[in-house]
């Protein structure tokens, strides 16, 4: 056979040899032992991490002829029948293209079959996700009444996608994105039987760009390996494979921009990109550089922790110069322009205002700065004060106190509410219109709350309706400012009689009063109206024409028509 792929060579065959996957091979080496096998499995995480591996060596661990057993033997029969694909009990159907009905009920007619040569037929799904809801409403019978003799294992990098009712019959493990550390001691191990010496550098470039994926990390290190055309694979080779730019370069435009050197920091520019860089992957390695910054000025103990960075004289020299308000502001610009990028047609131009505004920043940010080291000096100076006061006290004059004239006390200003708006309202005002305010009253206020009107639903928190007519409605606020504040904004009544419009049906003009004036205006409008209704009672004088016309002729025959 002709030259395999490092990730086809290295796969694992063994638990042992998953890395970075702990808690899942350790649950499954319990569960074997223990003889705990469940007719359903889903194995969900990003790509490259182990899913379809762990599947493999779980099918060949029960139906090794040493189970139960912690790992398979690799040695008996079945494990060697199942590692070549030899053994037709250990399906492996990849979901993407056979996602339709017709497909999974094949599978659904013939679980029901035992196996020809191993204990366990076992059915590895992967993408799973792929498949077509139909083929799920298939699949799910299967899943909840299985043979004996069957186990599924379903993979996939999307489990959002899956039906819960497909989720809640399997058991369920998360893989987890790979550390780089994890990743460069494999690595390790497999250039250590190869043959093919690495600069421990360059693999950590190799781990980093990987992101989380041992089968990427082993393409990008055979695709150094063929790169490579010294005897060692070195870091500029991992640089090149990976497309990320070499400290050196990234040193110098930090360098640049701290000291608002803007034209060399866009001839940098200039010559990565006539190298072929990438310009997403030049933001991604400003940002990890930043980022591993911050955690050297913290402590330079955590170099383990670096993503980007190998700390030589340079970069300690900038960590030292730069403030981390600094960096912050550097990190932040960045990632704004990672995601402007993303929708440009020109990330040449893109980069190049990035960079001059990241070297403007820096002359914000020294401003501010020397603000800031004023305003702490200032503060100094003040409790230094202070202390003195305390110690030897505040000398006091003999004078008399002075007590200041009534006349010239300040008065608190309080909102005064429209008392002859609310007596209107309060005339013309029902008891069912008020009940259908009070009961859409939550409704208005929610609805504010998920409008971004936060601010006025807060000032409405403390408040209920007391009146209501057909056109208009009294408020009753707990404190005055609230009421002031929402009386005085066209914005917050606006808004409030489009929310009710919404809820009731008809406009309504709020009036707003403070509980404080609400019990006064109330006693006042209910005085006014008895007086009203007993000069109503009083009787009428007669009219003229009528009284000579009784006297005439007598009651008895005067008729009055109106």
Known sequence: MGYQALYRVWRPQQFSDVIGQKYVTKTMQNALEQEKISHAYLF???????????????????????????????????????????????????????????????????????????????????????????????LLKTLEEPPKH??????????????????????????????????????????????????????????????????????????????????????????????????????????????????????????????????????????LYFRDMLLYQVSSQMADSFERVVVDDQFKELAEQMHEQSIYQMIDGLNKAQQEMKWTNHPRIQLEVMLVKLCHNKAEITHGNQDFEQLNMKISQLESELRLLKTEGVAVKAETPQTPSPSKS????????????????????????????????????????????????????????????????????????????????????????????QLIGKPLTMEGIPESQWQQVREDFLVMQDSTEEDNNEPKEEDPIISEARKLVGDELLEIKD
């Open 410 to 501: 300040v008065k608190k200003k309080t909102y005064k509410a429209p008392v002859g708006k609310i007596n209107n309202v309060l005339k013309h005002a029902t008891k069912t219109d008020l009940q259908v305010l009070k009961n859409h009253w939550s409704d208005l206020l929610s609805t504010l709350g998920n409008q971004n009107m936060k601010s006025v639903s807060a000032l409405l928190s403390g408040s209920e309706p007391v009146a209501a007519s057909n056109t208009a409605f009294v408020v009753k606020f707990k404190y005055d400012i609230h009421c002031e504040k929402v009386m005085y904004s066209n914005q917050y009544l606006e808004k409030i009689s489009s929310v009710l419009m």
């Open 150 to 287: 069957v186990i599924f294992i379903l993979a996939t990098t999307e489990p959002h996608k899956i039906p819960l009712t497909i989720i809640s019959r399997c058991q369920r493990f998360d893989f987890k994105r790979i550390g780089p550390e994890d990743i460069v001691e494999r690595m390790q191990t497999i250039i250590g039987n190869t043959g093919n010496p690495c600069d421990e550098q360059a693999l950590y470039i190799i781990a980093r760009a990987a992101e989380g994926g041992m089968r990427d990390a082993l393409s990008l290190l055979d695709q150094a390996i063929s790169f490579s055309t010294n005897e060692k694979v070195t870091v500029e080779d991992a640089l090149t494979v990976t497309g990320s730019v070499s400290q050196i370069f990234i040193n110098d435009i930090v360098h640049a921009i701290h000291h608002k050197d803007v034209s060399k920091a866009l001839r940098l520019l200039k010559d990565l990109l006539s190298l072929g860089k990438d310009p997403i992957r030049l933001i991604e390695d400003l940002i």
């Open 44 to 138: 969900s995480g990003p790509r490259g991490t182990g899913k379809t591996s762990v599947a493999k060596i779980l099918a060949k661990a029960v139906n090794c002829e040493k189970s139960p057993t912690r790992e398979p033997c690799n040695e008996c029969p079945s494990c060697l029948g199942i590692t070549d694909g030899s053994i037709s009990d250990v399906i492996e159907i990849d979901a993407a293209s056979n996602n339709g009905v017709d497909e999974i009920r094949d599978i659904r007619d013939k679980v029901k079959y035992a196996p020809n040569s191993v204990k366990y037929k076992v059915y590895i799904i992967d993408e799973v996700h792929m498949l077509s809801t139909g083929a799920f409403n298939a």
